[in-house]
């Protein structure tokens, strides 16, 4: 059974930087692609960057440049690096790990990222 575990979130003011952690555990980690999504309050859940098996890279227009996923297959986690912090990045942020269709993945129970002004 797969698990995933969030951590890293927290309080930062704008501009500051976070990195989220997602601790994965029960399968083999260097096959699922890996993304994390964010849900506002008020919103759906969207897709924030992700990274295949591969370590081919998508992010989200209004985080690129600011956000970097990477993985770390030696010790099954994945990570996502969050400089230059905005108060619309405030969310519950997900991890997701998938052999091919994220809704079909398994996903962490969130960490929440909270952006004052």
């Known amino acids: 059974q797969v698990q995933l575990v969030e951590s890293g979130g927290g309080l930062v003011h704008t501009g500051g930087s976070l990195r989220l952690s997602c601790a994965f555990s029960g399968s083999s980690f260097s096959v699922f692609a890996l993304g994390w999504y964010r849900q506002g309050p008020g919103q759906y859940r969207d897709v924030v960057a992700t990274?295949?098996?591969?370590?081919?890279?998508t992010y989200k227009s209004a985080v690129n440049g600011r956000f970097t996923i990477s993985r770390d297959n030696d010790n099954n986690t994945l990570y996502l690096q969050m400089n230059n912090l905005k108060p619309a990045d405030t969310a519950i942020y997900y991890c997701?790990?998938?052999?091919?269709?994220?809704?079909?993945?398994?996903w962490g129970q969130g960490t929440q990222v909270t952006v004052s002004s």
């Open positions: 990274i295949t098996s591969e370590r081919d890279t």
């Open positions: 997701n790990a998938n052999l091919g269709l994220p809704k079909r993945g398994y």
